[in-house]
């Protein structure tokens, strides 16, 4: 990706659900001012989840989910069903279709959102083919949601619609940077960036890339380095910079050689706040103390590349915990949106940094845990507690950033 694009993960997520053939990638195409969905009058043609990034005015980088139908059916409708219910999970703004004679299924679903506080906006799609002010009487009498009427084949309605997401963007969607209070314009920010076998040649991995455009656009100072050129790289500096941002592995050797008074953190630990819950994170890698081989450990990570040498992972993570409990304790690997409904198993589960994720989805996984009495950490904070016999810097509010 480019310097200047937006990754998806960071972008607004506005899924749309409902009944299969209520003109769901109608709306989408309508929506995107593209045909970014297959159209058709057979019911169940969108499969999997068509996800379709954009920038729309007032709204900025989006992305639009098109389901497949809540109400498919068979064993592999089940199947589209569950992929439907992971975008949900995902979704920032719901905008539910309203058809046919009974609600019972919409309802369900807005019951579904108001739990998870998504916001909802209802819809009732095909205004040009149906008795659409009788119909939106009816959905506002039973969901107590106010409707827009929309007909993705005229255009009626579009604009209202758009004008309601808007409004209903969550008001902590505008979430503050990664790097939050940690540093300003002109501040010199120093990065140590390895470049192994995870980056390869030519290429920066992703958390890198983010932190660099963000630094730039704080104007801050971004000075880079790898993990060897530490030494030579704080000692071409005029004065020590103001905040240093390592990748994890690097936590022990970078937190020894560092200038007494420039905090520390890293990448990953960066990530899980910006993405989840930090203060739940901080607290649950102390949980790693408690390990013993009869333990269980999840480790779950976004990507679903192949494995490979001295991946952090599924190789260095492993192996650290191991050298701690002993070779007896049970590490089992979730891969993507592959993650275990129960986790009531696990003793720790410990996530990446999920730069392929939204927050909402992180979120949703987070409150999974906290739900079941799991503790959930994350790769920096968790080799972070491995690697230095100190506690991270005090806190002026419970969720804010950690360094060391």
């Known amino acids: 990706m480019s310097l200047t694009e937006t990754p998806r993960a960071n972008r607004l997520h506005i899924g749309i659900f409902g009944k299969r053939n209520s003109g769901k990638?109608?709306?989408?195409?309508?929506?995107?001012?593209?045909?970014?969905?297959?159209?058709?009058?057979v019911a169940g043609t969108t499969t999997d989840p068509v996800y379709k990034a954009m920038e729309v005015h007032g709204i900025g980088p989006c992305v639009f989910i098109d389901t497949a139908g809540f109400d498919d059916e068979g064993a592999l409708g089940g199947m589209r069903v569950e992929r439907t219910q992971e975008a949900a999970k995902k979704t920032d703004v719901a905008l539910l279709l309203f058809s046919g004679d009974d609600f019972t299924q919409e309802l369900?679903?807005?019951?579904?959102?108001?739990?998870?506080?998504?916001?909802?906006?209802?819809?009732?799609?095909?205004?040009?083919?149906?008795?659409?002010?009788?119909?939106?009487?009816?959905?506002?009498?039973?969901?107590?949601?106010?409707?827009?009427?929309?007909?993705?084949?005229?255009?009626?309605?579009?604009?209202?619609?758009?004008?309601?997401?808007?409004?209903?963007?969550p008001a902590d969607f505008e979430q503050e940077s990664i790097t939050g209070d940690l540093c300003a314009a002109g501040d010199l920010v120093l990065l140590v960036m390895p470049q192994d076998i995870q980056a390869p040649k030519g290429r920066l991995i992703l958390p890198q890339v983010q932190m660099i455009r963000e630094l730039l656009d704080k104007k801050c100072l971004v000075s880079c380095c790898t993990g060897d050129n530490l030494e030579a790289s704080l000692a071409s500096l005029a004065h020590p910079p103001k905040l240093i941002i390592t990748d994890s592995q690097l936590f022990r050797t970078v937190y020894a050689k560092k200038p007494p008074e420039t905090p520390l953190t890293s990448f990953s630990v960066l990530l899980a706040a910006y993405k989840g819950d930090i203060s739940y994170f901080t607290e649950s890698a102390k949980a790693a103390d408690r390990l013993t081989e009869h333990s269980r450990v999840l480790i779950a990570e976004a990507c679903t590349h192949a494995p490979l040498t001295e991946d952090i992972g599924r190789e260095k993570i492993p192996r650290m915990l191991r050298a701690r409990v002993g070779q007896g304790l049970t590490i089992e690997f979730a891969r993507g949106t592959d993650f275990p409904a129960d986790l009531t198993p696990y003793d720790l589960v410990i996530h990446c940094g999920a730069c392929m994720f939204n927050r909402k989805y992180v979120l949703s996984r987070v409150s999974q845990a906290k739900d079941q009495g799991v503790p959930m950490t994350n790769y920096g904070l968790l080799i972070a507690h491995f690697q230095i016999d100190a506690e991270p810097r005090p806190r002026a509010t419970p969720d804010a950033l950690p360094t060391w």
Not at 115 to 142: F, G, H, M, W, Y
Not at 144 to 160: C, H, M, N
């Open 25 to 41: 990638s109608s709306l989408t195409n309508a929506l995107t001012g593209q045909q970014a969905a297959l159209v058709s009058d």
């Open 108 to 169: 369900a679903w807005l019951e579904q959102f108001q739990a998870s506080k998504t916001p909802v906006i209802a819809v009732v799609n095909k205004a040009d083919e149906q008795d659409a002010p009788a119909l939106a009487a009816r959905v506002l009498e039973e969901s107590k949601l106010t409707p827009i009427a929309v007909s993705a084949k005229t255009g009626e309605g579009v604009e209202s619609l758009r004008a309601a997401i808007i409004r209903a963007m």
